[in-house]
């Protein structure tokens, strides 16, 4: 899966946007602001690896951010099932 246009910058931007966006929409609070930026990088490149998998070609900016979205809010999903709720004083 490509995104058009392309390169690192361009995915790390929909990565940043993705988790910022993930940790606004999930259920309870996120890791923080830069806590849910690393998650929306880190959701980004898997989401990006399992859309590539079924997706071939590029899905252009849109398409990418929907699936970086959706990789950080899975990713953000498995660590509040590691984690367990936290909170903040």
């Known amino acids: 899966m490509a995104l058009s246009p392309g390169g690192i910058i361009a995915w790390i931007i929909v990565g940043l946007i993705a988790g910022w966006a993930a940790g606004k929409v999930s259920r309870g609070h996120g ?24 997706i071939h070609g590029s899905v252009g900016f849109i398409g990418s951010l929907i ?23």
């Open 67 to 89: 699936v970086a979205f959706l990789g950080a809010v899975i990713l953000l999903a498995l660590l509040r099932m590691f984690t367990g709720t936290r909170t903040v004083t």
């Open 31 to 54: 890791f923080g602001l830069i806590g849910d930026l690393i998650v929306g990088l880190i959701g980004a490149f898997v989401g990006g690896l399992i859309a590539g998998l079924f």
